[in-house]
């Protein structure tokens, strides 16, 4: 890593301290002014955080940079804890022991989301990790809304491969959904992930309403303005000045770098069995 990277590094960590310090003071200021004793059911009743679901490796990092420029919003884009492994037990036992995760993504997220809401902030994280948690936070926050980010599968499936996913070696293998059919390989398991988890979320759609869940076409995020306005208007809230919105697209952040490719070759046939709600996405595209 480059000295100026290490040094810039160092610079947003210790920024980010001083932050977090002044937001701490602001949080317990904040406290001493309202009735402790009501504060978990008041937050529960009347926080309005927004949770992105994704199957990651999709834009939400750019997403949580775009979010960061605005003072309203508390964007947590790899929170502690990050549920890695939970995820995909919430994945397993989202409807057979809905208490069960409802307690575990609660324990993590509670006293995140106060915090946020005791500084007048709207908490939005963008960790892929709380998608299959979707059901549980809607029922724990009856105000919360959601954000359904997704990208192209080719684009998705080249990266897992390029970072080796379901290979056994790869930490985050720990908590990633795995399909029945052992004998698939790594495209085709990558490729049935990103079904999988989007097949998810459309199911969670179709139980809420369509004002809860505002869907957005990664391509777009990258590449148009407007589409980050747009989430700012879903959010109801002010979005940054054109200028700053196009200055972030204009650099990629995250992005997969060429040497690290394995040269896959993703066909339509492995899209078709694979990946067949591409279609409902990307129709002619």
């Given at each position: 890593?480059?000295?100026?990277?290490?040094?810039?590094?160092?610079?947003?960590?210790?920024?980010?301290?001083?932050?977090?310090?002044?937001?701490?003071?602001?949080?317990?200021?904040?406290?001493?002014?309202?009735?402790?004793?009501?504060?978990?059911?008041?937050?529960?009743?009347?926080?309005?955080?927004?949770?992105?679901?994704?199957?990651?490796?999709?834009?939400?990092?750019?997403?949580?940079?775009?979010?960061?420029?605005?003072?309203?919003?508390?964007?947590?884009?790899?929170?502690?804890?990050?549920?890695t492994y939970y995820s995909e037990v919430a994945y397993r036992k989202a409807h057979s022991d809905p208490d069960l995760i409802n307690k575990i993504?609660?324990?993590?997220?509670?006293?995140?989301?106060?915090?946020?809401?005791?500084?007048?902030?709207?908490?939005?994280?963008?960790?892929?990790?709380?998608?299959?948690?979707?059901?549980?936070?809607?029922?724990?926050?009856?105000?919360?809304?959601?954000?359904?980010?997704?990208?192209?599968?080719?684009e998705f499936i080249t990266s897992g491969l390029a970072r080796n996913w379901y290979s056994g070696s790869v930490l985050h293998d720990e908590g990633?959904?795995?399909?029945?059919?052992?004998?698939?390989?790594?495209?085709?398991?990558?490729?049935?992930?990103?079904?999988?988890?989007?097949?998810?979320?459309?199911?969670?759609?179709?139980?809420?309403?369509?004002?809860?869940?505002?869907?957005?076409?990664?391509?777009?995020?990258?590449?148009?303005?407007?589409?980050?306005?747009?989430?700012?208007?879903?959010?109801?809230?002010?979005?940054?000045?054109?200028?700053?919105?196009?200055?972030?697209?204009?650099?990629?952040?995250?992005?997969?770098?060429?040497?690290?490719?394995?040269?896959?070759?993703?066909?339509?046939?492995?899209?078709?069995?694979?990946?067949?709600?591409?279609?409902?996405?990307?129709?002619?595209?």
């Amino acid at each position: 890593m480059k000295i100026s990277k290490v040094l810039k590094k160092i610079y947003n960590t210790n920024v980010d301290l001083f932050r977090r310090l002044w937001e701490q003071s602001c949080i317990h200021r904040r406290a001493r002014e309202i009735d402790i004793t009501n504060l978990y059911n008041e937050v529960h009743q009347h926080a309005a955080p927004c949770f992105v679901l994704s199957t990651g490796r999709c834009g939400t990092k750019l997403l949580t940079e775009i979010l960061q420029k605005s003072t309203d919003i508390d964007p947590v884009h790899v929170p502690t804890p990050e549920l890695t492994y939970y995820s995909e037990v919430a994945y397993r036992k989202a409807h057979s022991d809905p208490d069960l995760i409802n307690k575990i993504v609660d324990t993590a997220r509670y006293e995140q989301i106060r915090d946020a809401w005791l500084l007048q902030k709207k908490y939005v994280e963008t960790n892929n990790r709380i998608t299959f948690f979707c059901h549980a936070l809607a029922d724990l926050y009856p105000n919360s809304t959601f954000i359904h980010l997704v990208r192209k599968p080719e684009e998705f499936i080249t990266s897992g491969l390029a970072r080796n996913w379901y290979s056994g070696s790869v930490l985050h293998d720990e908590g990633r959904i795995t399909p029945e059919d052992k004998e698939l390989n790594q495209a085709e398991k990558i490729a049935w992930l990103w079904n999988e988890t989007n097949s998810f979320i459309e199911e969670f759609k179709e139980v809420h309403s369509s004002d809860r869940v505002f869907t957005v076409l990664s391509e777009d995020l990258f590449k148009l303005v407007e589409a980050s306005q747009q989430i700012f208007e879903y959010l109801s809230l002010e979005p940054p000045k054109r200028s700053i919105l196009r200055k972030l697209i204009a650099k990629p952040i995250n992005q997969q770098s060429k040497e690290n490719s394995l040269g896959e070759t993703i066909t339509w046939k492995l899209l078709e069995k694979y990946a067949p709600l591409r279609s409902h996405y990307f129709n002619g595209h």
